[in-house]
């Protein structure tokens, strides 16, 4: 996960961003919900150039899940 | 490719909010402090205009005395057109009922465009066709909705977003104006992303709902928005920009449909424009539909607009873009 996008996933999730290793459980974060959802579509397009859809990104359970759906893992 | 229009010229614009103000604050006892917190840092918008029984015909009519109220005999007014999703009524059409309330001629033509975010640009693209067509020469475009309206009291999804505006636009026809050009996309797959069901004569299951909203209320599916908007639009607009020949870095003004600063801020990463050069007044006004562009580009009545990409987006799903050099044009923003 590019060190940038973490920085920023993890400000979306109001947590450290040392927290997210793979195994995080997003909905650990209590900011895990539609609004942030879409913050991190956002973020994906910017970082990654890849669009995912609002679906998919909610099935992630865990920050490896995320990986996984950006292709980076 | 682009549709181009010659001879067409902008001479007005005014926009009409009611005066009645609903800060995030305002909306912390419905959806708490934090998540209007959060919502303000990731759309941008800290407050919104809300009508208290201001119809969109009301604001756009307001809108429109502005301009006529400043030298414009009512009766060299030969065509209106109104366009909205939250008409007077069902029928008659509500440029009808404008005809009459404005005193404009009754050898005219006046109808409505049933078209949200991109709305204004379909006007204008349209008020256009009938001037070079001569079915007209000094066309009033009305564009205005009042989605608050139809949000339901406790839908965060939609409620905060959304503020309501009118506003007015006259158009006419004029040897030697610069050359409008237009781009128009639909996808009617995506016509459930932004919806009020049952508010016509469908079958029920003609779309369906996934989401749990009452009827009669809006619904809109954030994230697959968010995608159309950060997609087809960039996409559309840049495709435009190298038929023209004009680099991004180039333009001088872009006025994108004020949805919220996540969209605006991705589209002009994505056409090569800085987020600065974007108009965007979502801080005061929210989401005002069809007409967003418009209360936008009065907000700055002095601004030299010089080449201008307007482009609007959304529920349809519907796009369109104008791509133009706009000459000086009169500004007015009034609230009833």
């Known amino acids: 996960m590019k060190q940038e996008f973490k920085d920023d996933f993890a400000e979306a999730l109001e947590v450290d961003a040392g927290e997210l290793n793979p195994d995080y459980v997003l909905e650990d974060s209590e900011m895990w919900d539609s609004m942030t959802i879409v913050t991190v579509i956002a973020l994906i397009d910017e970082h ?22 950006i292709g980076e893992n | ?32 402090e934090e998540a209007m917190r959060r919502f303000g840092k990731s759309t941008g918008i800290m407050q919104r205009r809300v009508s208290t029984g201001q119809s969109s015909l009301d604001l756009s009519v307001a809108a429109a005395e502005c301009i006529i109220a400043d030298g414009v005999p009512r009766d060299s007014i030969d065509a209106v057109i109104f366009v909205s999703q939250t008409p007077e009524y069902l029928l008659p059409a509500s440029a009808a009922i404008a005809q009459h309330r404005l005193g404009l001629r009754c050898d005219i033509a006046a109808f409505d465009l049933s078209l949200g975010c ?74 459930g992303a932004i919806i009020v069901h049952g508010s016509g004569f469908a079958s029920p ?79 005061r006004f929210g989401n005002t539909s069809c007409a967003s562009i418009p209360l936008a580009m009065t907000q700055y009545p002095d601004r030299k607009f010089g080449r201008s990409v307007l482009s609007g987006f959304g529920v349809g799903l519907s796009w369109a873009t104008m791509f133009s050099d706009l000459p000086k044009f009169r500004s007015y923003h009034t609230e009833i």
């Open chain 1, 48 to 69: 990654y150039g890849k669009t995912v859809g609002g679906e998919e990104l909610s099935e992630c359970k865990t920050v490896g899940d995320v990986e996984r759906l």
């Open chain 2, 1 to 32: 490719m682009l549709e181009r229009l010659a001879n067409t010229k902008l001479e007005a614009i005014a926009t009409c909010v009611p005066s009645r103000v609903v800060t995030n604050d305002q909306l912390a006892s419905t959806f708490g």
């Open chain 2, 118 to 191: 991109s709305g204004y640009v379909y006007g204008l693209l349209v008020a256009g066709k009938l001037l070079a067509g001569k079915t007209a020469s000094r066309i009033l475009v009305l564009v205005g909705d009042t989605i608050t309206r139809i949000c339901s009291d406790d839908d965060r999804a939609t409620r905060p977003i959304f503020g309501d505006a009118g506003s007015a636009t006259l158009l006419s026809t004029e040897e030697g104006q610069p050359d409008w050009f237009f781009q128009t996309g639909t996808d009617g797959s995506g016509a």
């Open chain 2, 205 to 283: 299951d003609a779309i369906p709902t996934e989401e749990t909203i009452d009827a009669g209320r809006l619904f809109m599916n954030g994230s697959s928005v968010f995608n159309f908007a950060t997609t087809r639009v960039p996409e559309a607009i840049n495709a435009g920009l190298a038929e023209l020949g004009w680099e991004g870095t180039t333009l001088d003004t872009v006025v994108l449909h004020q949805a919220n600063t996540l969209i605006l801020n991705t589209i002009a990463r994505k056409i090569g424009v800085a987020k600065e050069d974007c108009l965007n007044v979502l801080d």
